[in-house]
C-alpha cells in the first residue's frame, strides 16, 4: 500500500476531514493540558491534587490506603491497556480482510477494498497509539509506588520530602499519559464514522471534541473542583 495508492482513493474531503482529525486531536490534548489560569481544565486541577495527595502520604503513619488507592489506578491501566490491544488486533483484522464491509452483503457498499482499509488506518492508529499510552501509565504508576515505598517512616528524615514530591510529579505524569491514552479512544470511535464518508467524519470529530471539552470545562466534577479551588 504505497502513498500513491492511498491518495488515489481519496478525494479532497476525505483529506479535509482526515486534517480536521488529526489537527482536532492534537489542539483538544494540548489546549487541556495547557488552559490558562482563570479556567483550569479538570485535569490540570487534578493533578493539583495528586501532588497535594503526596503531600498528606507523607504525614500519614498507616499507607495501607494509599497503597490501595495506586492499586486501583494500575488497575484501570492495565484494563484499558487490554482493551486498546484486543480492539487494534480486531480492526487490523477488519484491514486485512474488509469483506464484511464490501460485496453484495457488505454493510457499506461496493467501493474498493482499498478504500475501507485506508478508512480503518486512522482508527488502528489511535487506538495504537492509546494503548502505547495506557502501557506508559501502568510504568508510571509502578514507579510511583516504589518511590512512595521509599519515603522514610521518620518524619524528621530530610528525604522524605524529596521523595513524595517526585512521587507527586511521576503520579501526575502518569495520570496524564492515561488521559491521553482515553482521548485518543475518543477519536478512535469518532474516526470510525469515516467508513460513512468524509462529512460524517468530520460530525463526528465535532462530537468528540465537543464532548471532551465539555468534560473538562463544562462538567459538574469541573464545577466542584473549581468550587474547592475558590474556596
Same mark, same amino acid.
Given at each position: ?9 481519496? !478525494? ?13 486531536? /492534537? ?12 479556567r ?51 480492526? /487490523? ?9 464490501? !460485496? ?10 482499498? /478504500? ?22 501502568h ?12 519515603v ?13 514530591r ?6 501526575? %505524569?502518569?495520570a ?20 460513512? !464518508?468524509a ?12 464532548? /471532551?471539552?465539555? %468534560? ?16
Amino acid at each position: 500500500m504505497t502513498l500513491d495508492l492511498v491518495l488515489s482513493v481519496l !478525494g479532497p474531503y476525505d483529506l479535509a476531514a482526515l486534517a480536521l482529525l488529526l489537527v482536532a486531536h /492534537l489542539a483538544t490534548g494540548w489546549r487541556i493540558e495547557h488552559p490558562g489560569g482563570r479556567r483550569p481544565s479538570v485535569t490540570v486541577m487534578m493533578a493539583d491534587h495528586r501532588r497535594a495527595w503526596m503531600k498528606v502520604f507523607l504525614t500519614r503513619d498507616v499507607r495501607i490506603f494509599d497503597s490501595q488507592i495506586l492499586g486501583t489506578l494500575r488497575q484501570g491501566t492495565s484494563f484499558f491497556a487490554s482493551t486498546t490491544l484486543l480492539s487494534v488486533g480486531g480492526v /487490523l483484522a477488519l484491514i486485512g480482510n474488509p469483506s464484511p464491509l464490501t !460485496g453484495a452483503e457488505g454493510l457499506l457498499g461496493h467501493a474498493p477494498e482499498l /478504500l475501507w482499509q485506508v478508512r480503518l488506518l486512522p482508527v488502528a492508529l489511535l487506538l495504537a497509539h492509546a494503548f502505547l499510552r495506557f502501557v506508559w501509565a501502568h510504568r508510571l504508576f509502578g514507579y510511583c509506588a516504589v518511590l512512595m515505598a521509599a519515603v522514610p517512616e521518620d518524619r524528621a528524615d530530610p528525604t522524605g520530602p524529596r521523595l513524595a514530591r517526585i512521587a507527586g510529579e511521576i503520579n501526575v %505524569r502518569a495520570a496524564w499519559n492515561f488521559n491521553r491514552g482515553l482521548r485518543s479512544m475518543y477519536f478512535a470511535l469518532g474516526a470510525m464514522a469515516w467508513l460513512f !464518508g468524509a462529512a460524517a467524519l468530520a460530525v463526528a470529530v465535532v462530537t468528540v471534541v465537543w464532548v /471532551l471539552w465539555s %468534560r473538562e470545562f463544562r462538567s459538574e466534577p469541573h464545577r466542584f473542583l473549581m468550587e474547592g479551588r475558590e474556596g
